[in-house]
């Protein structure tokens, strides 16, 4: 395989590789309860295998395992021909096909339909005590959530507005309304702001 041919095919790889119907079954197979490594990396190679097989059969491979391993024979032969954009590829393919190097190094590849891990449970009354932590997710089209001086709803509005992502430690919490002194982010140092607004969480408790 001439390198552009090689660049060509991993392109079509990524493709493949990165919708969420792919993704979806490897985190599937990682999830499995009792799988080693190696048990995994065989149903890992079954999964990959009906999305390899109608790429490498446009570059004259037959469709098949051994097609397969002739492929990537053929890719390592022009290895140290490869561009910078190639070898940042190679590390990509190998991100997308590990769910495990994917919890290491999120977001490595942006677009990818990777699955949202599944947030633990927990009880939010103990997120209600003071000194627990929240981070503030409302508020991304307006600039931030608006603080007030008190408890009351209709007590004086502060100059500025607590920031997305900003996070908080509890003083107290009263219907719904949190009393707060702030540990990160831009915002007032301390200050009442309403935990949900429309049905909508505008603040959610720092798990970890």
């Not at 993704?23 to 799988?35: F, V």
């Not at 080693?36 to 570059?59: F, N, S, T, V």
């Not at 209600?128 to 409302?138: D, E, N, S």
């Not at 702030?182 to 969480?201: C, E, H, I, T, Y």
Request: glycine share 6%.
């Amino acid at each position: 395989m001439t390198v552009k041919e090689v660049e060509q095919m991993m392109i079509q790889f990524m493709a493949a590789y990165k919708k969420a119907e792919f993704q979806i079954k490897l985190h599937d197979i990682y999830n499995m309860p009792g799988l080693d490594d190696m048990a995994k990396g065989r149903k890992r190679q079954e999964l990959c295998l009906p999305y390899q097989m109608p790429i490498i059969a446009q570059y004259g491979f037959e469709e098949s395992k051994k097609g397969v391993a002739q492929s990537v024979a053929a890719a390592n032969a022009v290895f140290e021909q490869y561009t910078e954009s190639m070898k940042t590829m190679h590390f990509q393919l190998s991100w997308l096909v590990n769910p495990d190097e994917q919890k290491g190094n999120p977001n490595f590849v942006p677009d990818a339909e990777v699955p949202e891990p599944e947030k633990p449970e927990i009880d939010i009354e103990d997120f209600m005590l003071k000194g627990a932590t929240w981070k503030v997710i409302g508020g991304r089209s307006s600039g931030g959530i608006v603080v007030r001086k008190s408890e009351a709803l209709n007590s004086p509005v502060l100059r500025f507005k607590l920031v997305p992502d900003a996070k908080v430690q509890v003083e107290e919490v009263v219907n719904s309304r949190l009393h707060y002194k702030r540990l990160s982010g831009d915002g007032p140092d301390f200050g009442w702001v309403s935990l949900q607004a429309n049905g909508k969480m505008l603040l959610e408790p720092c798990v970890a």
